[in-house]
């Protein structure tokens, strides 16, 4: 308050920064950033305040509400104690982990074998330190999620991507052709991969594993979601020391504004990142919040089976309209083929409807909400199907439009 009783105006946080007189470009030109860093955007999908959100994958449903107020007492709790430096190895959270893996899969392992960070970004960019780093190689096969190449970008390590088939699956011959080539000391391999929601057989898990020098790192962010029969390479991880499993609670557990990812592998390899993070990187309130949500698992694991019976609802849906779609073992689907998808896109935005323009040309991704907002998808997808913006692609794109696919 000002002495004549007025409210002092809010400072605007721009006018506020010290000026050095020129635009933003020309100050970062200024400045030495690394040569491979000039004119890079930061990473993000649009952030949109849109009634439906279906763009980043996102579980459409928030922690319950028992869940919530307990998460509320955990952090009241660990801010008691905020003083102190967290847990630095965390095993408490790390044998939950373990237990919610056992759960969820029927594989078991000691808490030495887990490891976990501020999402499994920062765990595969922690893969990334320990492996890779100048004159070493990274794989993986595109259309594929496009923080990969930037894992590498940040490391130092040279990135080469293969190539996916046409159905989006991984011909193992063909990835082992370019393991042998490369020599990769890190191969990625997402399954589910994102954006196209394909999940890898073991057989092209195990084949990468045999041939690859290096760290295999299968990113299962959405494992969760996989189809009844569907494997999960934590089965693999007895055989092979030198893969990694990596996992997040962004997806299955509604928390990915925690920011909780993590992984599984041997202990030599969990070792090995425990070298590379920063001194007490999880911090105890992330720590916290993720063993109440892990104590609720069971809870979880009934609204995954709720979402994937409705993503199955949605292919079937949209293969009914004729539309070419991706099998999906994950929350989301990629769906084609259309004339201009960006048109499509921002047909659906005006009608309240945000999903993702990524994958490869012709085709968007839409990630599955609740009931609710699944149906206003369809709702506008119809309403745009009929209209100019809706437009379906006369022929496939070419092959060549395919590796731009990667999504963020
Ligand atoms: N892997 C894949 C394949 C993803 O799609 C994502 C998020 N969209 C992540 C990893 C990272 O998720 P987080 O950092 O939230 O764990």
Redesign the pocket.
């Known amino acids: 308050m000002r002495s004549d009783g007025s409210a002092a105006p809010l400072r605007d946080p721009v006018a506020a920064e010290p000026s050095s007189g020129g635009s933003a470009a020309e100050g970062l030109a200024a400045l030495p950033l690394r040569e491979e860093l000039r004119g890079v955007e930061p990473y993000g999908a649009p952030q949109l305040d849109v009634p439906v959100l279906l763009n980043?994958?996102e579980n459409p449903v928030p922690p319950s509400e028992v869940v919530a107020r307990e998460m509320g007492e955990a952090v009241a709790a660990a801010a008691r104690g905020l003083n102190r430096y967290p847990d630095r190895e965390f095993l408490d959270l790390r044998a939950d982990l373990a237990g919610f893996l056992a759960l969820e899969s029927g594989v078991r392992l000691p808490p030495e074998q887990l490891w976990a960070a501020n999402?499994?970004?920062?765990v595969m960019l922690q893969v990334l330190q320990a492996f890779g780093g100048h004159g070493r190689t990274a794989v993986s096969f595109a259309p594929t999620?496009s923080?990969y190449p930037e894992y590498a970008r940040d490391t130092g390590t040279r990135w080469v991507a293969g190539r996916r088939r046409d159905d989006f699956t991984v011909d193992a011959a063909a990835a082992v052709a370019l393991v042998e080539r490369e020599q990769p000391s890190v191969v990625l391999l997402?399954s589910p991969n994102?954006p196209t929601g394909t999940a890898l057989p073991a057989d092209v898990v195990e084949a990468v594993c045999e041939a690859a020098p290096g760290v295999v790192v299968v990113?299962e962010?959405?494992a969760e979601f996989r189809r009844a029969g569907v494997p999960s390479a934590l089965e693999l991880l007895a055989r092979y020391p030198r893969l990694a499993v990596s996992r997040?609670m962004?997806k299955a557990f509604s928390l990915?504004g925690a920011?909780v990812?993590y992984l599984a592998s041997s202990r030599a390899v969990v070792d090995a990142l425990r070298v590379v993070r920063l001194p007490y990187h999880l911090s105890g309130v992330t720590q916290a919040v993720a063993r109440v949500a892990l104590r609720h698992s069971e809870e979880l694991l009934r609204g995954v089976a709720a979402l994937r019976a409705e993503r199955d609802a949605l292919v079937a849906w949209l293969r009914g309209l004729d539309l070419e779609v991706a099998d999906s073992d994950a929350n989301f689907v990629l769906f084609g083929r259309l004339a201009d998808r960006h048109a499509t896109w921002q047909a659906l935005l005006e009608r309240g409807v945000l999903i993702r323009e990524t994958g490869p040309a012709g085709w968007l991704r839409v990630s599955v909400g609740t009931p609710e907002e699944t149906a206003a998808f369809r709702d506008a997808l119809q309403e745009v199907l009929a209209s100019p913006a809706g437009a379906r692609a006369q022929t496939a794109p070419d092959s060549d439009d395919l590796p731009g696919g990667s999504t963020r």
Do not use: F, I, L
């Open positions: 980043v994958n999402g499994s970004n920062e999620y923080m997402a994102n990113d962010a959405y997040t962004s990915a920011r990812g």
